[in-house]
């Protein structure tokens, strides 16, 4: 089940989103994480990651975590919104991030 994270921070890379997760409680519960490139500074994200939940409960505790205004205090994504990606699943993610190695 794919999570589309969004305001992320515009330097956040995927080890960034990962570790924010994992510190958050959700170690073993993703398997994918892909920040897309802003094509012309690649220094840059766009401002979203998709994170791809082996289970929908892990995908739906995401939701609960950083819809909740007081969980993550401290954390640099505190600030981001989730939402379920329209386009879903590790093989979706897995394309996005082929598309953008070759783009």
Known sequence: TTVMLQRIPYD?????????LNS???????????VP??????NKNLAYAFVNFVSP??????LQAFNEPTIGA????MASRAVFARRQGGMFVA????????G
Not at 12 to 20: K, R
Not at 37 to 42: D, H, L, Q
Not at 57 to 62: D, F, L, P, Y
Request: charged residues 25%; hydrophobic residues 35%.
């Open 12 to 20: 956040s890379h995927e080890a960034d989103v990962s570790g924010a």
């Open 24 to 34: 958050m409680g959700f170690s073993g519960a993703f398997d994918c994480v892909h």
């Open 37 to 42: 490139r802003n094509s012309k500074n690649k």
């Open 57 to 62: 409960k892990g995908a739906a505790a995401c």
């Open 74 to 77: 401290g954390d640099r994504l």
């Open 95 to 102: 394309q996005r991030i082929h598309s953008a190695r070759l």
